[in-house]
């Protein structure tokens, strides 16, 4: 069996590598995808397979998924643009007779209504429409999402957003990864839709006295109001839209989008994941 993995010059697609290789696959059945393959020369000196894949050349992705069993999709990185590339993998895997098809979505992508989800619901829709089979790992916060702000509260000691009194269940890459290394390797998980999540579901006030274990300082969590962030977002440089829609995705964090209780993901991987404060530790090392 031959998985194609994409976007493995990112890491969360660097990490599956990682993972598929310490489960035992060997490496000339791995094939790391990426825009510019200059970026995972490492991962070709392990022995793995590379070869170019830009969701948005329909060619490099014909020529790539040449003789695939299996494809990890994970999703492109810049929000609003992503569905024409997602939609260029997915016809490209549906004429290469890909048996197996993975894809990163978003927490509860076709049931919640935020600024994130649109693209990562229209994508599973395709999924669904192209008749391949399937297997949709929607990944909660990665826990290194907060390593930006661990880094100001550094200096601040506050972390400031308005998700108000929000419970999440952040994860880390590795972990993620390692889940999806699992689907890819194991039978009897098409047709499924798992939203994979830490095994603890933490709020703000955890992540800011997570923060200060790390950095060995008090830092408070600051409530603020979506009109409140928008200001700051602005005062620090951000354009009126850009602010809009990091507010937005506060919103949808206060209003529940991250909120999932769902052992999956540790079942999977066959350990508890890894608890919040030595993800961000390890990330910030």
């Known amino acids: 069996m031959t998985i194609l993995i994409t976007g493995t010059s990112g890491h969360l697609g660097h990490l599956v590598v990682d993972a598929l290789l310490a489960r035992g696959a060997a490496a ?30 329909p060619d490099s992705l014909r020529a790539a998924l040449a003789d695939v069993d299996s494809v990890l999709l994970v999703s492109g990185s810049e929000p609003g643009r992503r569905l024409a590339g997602h939609q260029n993998v997915i016809a490209a895997a549906a004429t290469a007779g890909v048996t197996k098809l993975v894809y990163t979505s978003a927490p509860k992508a076709t049931t919640f209504d935020w600024a994130l989800g649109a693209e990562h619901k229209a994508t599973e829709e395709a999924i669904a429409a192209s008749g391949i089979p399937a297997v949709i790992v929607r990944n909660n916060w990665y826990v290194e999402n907060y390593i930006p702000d661990v880094q100001r509260a550094a200096d601040s000691g506050v972390i400031a957003a308005s998700v108000g009194d929000a419970r999440l269940a952040p994860a880390t890459r590795a972990d993620l990864a390692e889940g999806a290394a699992v689907v890819l390797l194991e039978d009897g998980h098409i047709g499924a839709v798992y939203e994979f999540a830490g095994d603890t579901r933490i709020g703000y006030d955890d992540i800011a006295a997570a923060a200060a274990q790390v950095l060995g300082r ?3 969590y ?31 964090i206060r209003d529940g989008v991250l909120d999932v209780s769902d052992d999956t993901l540790s079942r999977l991987i066959g350990r508890p994941t890894t608890p919040f404060v030595d993800g961000l530790r390890a990330a910030l090392a």
């Not at 979506?226 to 005062?235: M, Q």
């Open 28 to 57: 000339d059945t791995i094939v790391a995808g990426a825009r510019d393959v200059a970026k995972i020369a490492d991962l070709a000196e392990r022995g793995v397979r590379t070869a170019r894949v830009d969701y948005d050349d």
């Open 222 to 252: 600051v409530r603020l109001t979506t009109e409140e962030h928008i200001a700051a977002l602005e005062g620090a440089g951000l354009d009126a839209g850009t602010a809009a829609f990091v507010a937005g995705l506060d919103t949808g």
């Open 218 to 220: 008090d830092v408070d």
